[in-house]
């Protein structure tokens, strides 16, 4: 199969937007998340929200799609031992080898994100070294932090399997969608996060995030549906204009709403919009194949997992600074993304065992 540059160059963008949203989030009036500043002016929340709102949705209906895309090419053994090596062995990873440290910080500032929740404690009063031994004797003190993205990865391509298979074992739908189709994803959106009250709060401990674990569910679904029906992707692509339209004008609506059952309603508008018109646009952008594109390709997935570290201890350090607020997260941003690259060319990408461990194939011979 022909491989999809569009999708790849979609990834990439969802990744590094994913950084900086974790850099503003240190600014941003929401409480929950390991480091905070005290400075939080409006402009990072809402820069926040449009992040956070524009990042994970396509990256779920990213990941239905190649589910389906990957069941066509294998059978359902394969594929579910294909889906466990590339997510498991880097949720593992990250919560023995980072979640020990990015709890210590989190500690340290005196918050506490957790399976019952949030809450603000006091400060601890260890080192890390001695802190360790608690870490990895009382269950309260795991953390996944940012990996929850692929312990409900895991989950749906297991959980949603049948219709995974459904849609693989139908012929792939060539006909033309009506213009009209592409806005119907939004709908059922809308209507899981106002009915049950999701998206806020946004804690993903699984536990308490059923709502919010159903939504990501039917983005997921949405994607595999895509793959099933190439032309819903031609229509997603003609109505691009309207899609981005409907995710300024939800957003927007979010913004004068809030915390409430409209606020909600918004939301699933907003990331349907930002889904459909990030898609349409990455189809009309396709970028041709380039060693480049394939080298930020295979990187997305060990650079998302090994960003958050990092950027937690850059901030701590650049704000203890008097810079503005904007430059703090553009130098938060920045060199997050030196290191993290650093990291992935000397300790992952030359070695087959850390690329197991970090979700890659083994590597390719070079032509």
Known sequence: MNRRTDLDLLRIVLCASVILQHAVLIFATEPRYHVKSDTSPAW????????????????????????????????????????????????????????????????????????PGFRLVQPI???LLEFLPHYFTRIVLTTWSHLWFLAYLAIYSVVLLPALLWLVRRKP??????????FIPALPLALVLAAFNGYWPYLPNLIHDWTNFTYFALCFLIGAMIAAWPGYEDAMSSQTAWLLLLAVVGFCGVLLFGESVPG???????????VGSSWGLAMRWMPAPSRWLDWLGEATLPIYILHHLPLLGLALWIMRTDDPVWL????????DVLVTVALYIGLIRPWPWTRRLFGMVPRRAEP
């Open 44 to 115: 990072a929340t809402v820069l926040y929200e449009a992040l956070r709102i524009f990042s994970m949705p396509p990256f779920f209906a990213l990941a239905g799609w190649a589910a389906v895309s990957s069941l066509r090419r294998r059978d359902i053994t394969r594929f579910l031992r294909e889906r466990a090596a590339r997510l498991l062995p880097p949720l593992a990873v990250g919560i023995v080898l980072f979640g020990p440290v990015i709890k210590y910080i989190e500690l340290s500032q005196g918050r506490d994100l957790g399976l």
């Open 125 to 127: 009063q260890m080192g």
């Open 173 to 182: 739908m060539t006909r033309p969608a009506p213009w009209w189709s592409v």
């Open 264 to 274: 909600r309603v918004c939301v699933g508008l907003t990331a349907w919009g930002w």
């Open 328 to 335: 703090q997260i553009l130098l938060i941003t920045g060199s």
